[in-house]
């Protein structure tokens, strides 16, 4: 199988994230003080908790370090 590691045109890409699930992670971090969340600084603008989208060839540890 051959494997191609140029970017899908923009267009192309919008299509996928329009029709197909996305593998993310999420991570709930706890302590005595409470529970962490964040804000995104950008519309929406919603509180959620830390993580991250997983890319090709993305190890599970680094889709969380942004």
């Given amino acids: ?3 191609h590691d140029e970017r899908v045109p923009e267009k192309l ?3 996928f994230v329009e ?5 993310c992670v ?5 302590s ?3 529970i962490l969340v964040a804000k995104r600084d ?4 919603v ?3 830390p993580g991250g989208r997983l890319y ?5 540890y680094t889709s969380l370090s942004g």
């Avoid at 999420?26 to 706890?30: D, M, P, S, T």
């Avoid at 950008?42 to 603008?45: A, G, H, L, R």
């Avoid at 090709?56 to 599970?60: D, F, I, N, Q, S």
């Fill in 1 to 3: 199988m051959d494997v």
């Fill in 13 to 15: 890409f919008s299509q």
């Fill in 19 to 23: 029709r197909m699930p996305q593998a």
């Fill in 26 to 30: 999420e991570l709930i971090v706890e």
């Fill in 32 to 34: 005595t003080e409470g």
């Fill in 42 to 45: 950008i519309e929406p603008s």
């Fill in 47 to 49: 509180w959620f908790w």
């Fill in 56 to 60: 090709k060839g993305c190890l599970l």
